[in-house]
Nanobody, 124 residues
């Protein structure tokens, strides 16, 4: 069992930055592809960014490309999402997810473990 805990969310003005962290205790995340999904009020959950188990491959949604960076920590039980140049439309609950299935990044059902989410609010 993998328990994921997100942190780092908060309220920020447009143009600002936040860094989200996703951590697990005990088991290493080194075998898992990791992803950050987000869900805005009244909208479906969408994939923002993902990184392969090795760190060699990453994926970004077009809406965040060039502004967000996903990375794996040196400590192998942490994944980060650096968010720069934030916009009001980035406002959402951000969820960390993990999987061992090597399907397409957007295959929502392949992510086996989910965190509880952290709120990001960007004011205009």
């Amino acid at each position: 069992q993998v328990q994921l805990v997100e942190s780092g969310g908060g309220l920020v003005q447009a143009g600002g930055s936040l860094r989200l962290s996703c951590a697990t205790s005990g088991r290493t995340l080194s075998r898992y592809d990791m992803a950050w999904f987000r869900q805005a009020p009244g909208k479906e959950r969408e994939l923002a960014a993902a990184i392969s188990w090795s760190g060699a491959m990453t994926y970004y949604a077009d809406s965040v490309k060039g502004r967000f960076t996903i990375s794996r920590g040196n400590v192998k039980n942490t994944v980060y999402l650096q968010m720069n140049s934030l916009k009001p439309e980035d406002t959402a609950v951000y969820y960390c997810a993990a999987r061992t299935d090597r399907a397409g990044w957007n295959a929502f059902s392949t992510y086996e473990y989910w965190g509880q989410g952290t709120q990001v609010t960007v004011s205009s």
